[in-house]
């Protein structure tokens, strides 16, 4: 589920990239994953609590 409320930090992102990245994780993940849904990115950094990297979206929707 993803909660486009204007209120949310996923809407204000999603309106200013213009896209949205959905995960899926396995059980060695489910701990962390239920956390990063349980807090609001308005409210608490959340973009150390995985790996990740960053495509240029650009570059692959051309």
């Known amino acids: 589920m ?3 409320a204007k ?3 996923t809407d204000q ?3 200013e990239t213009r896209a ?3 995960n899926i994780v396995d059980e060695a993940m489910l701990k962390k994953a ?3 849904g349980c807090v ?7 973009s150390d609590m995985f ?3 960053m495509l240029d979206l650009r570059r ?3």
Do not use: E, Q, W
Not at 40 to 46: A, L
């Open 13 to 15: 992102g999603i309106r």
């Open 34 to 36: 239920d956390r990063t």
């Open 20 to 22: 949205l990245t959905v």
């Open 51 to 53: 790996a990740f990297h």
């Open 40 to 46: 609001s990115g308005n409210k608490v950094d959340k």
């Open 7 to 9: 209120p949310h930090y």
């Open 2 to 4: 993803v909660s486009l």
């Open 60 to 62: 692959m929707c051309t």
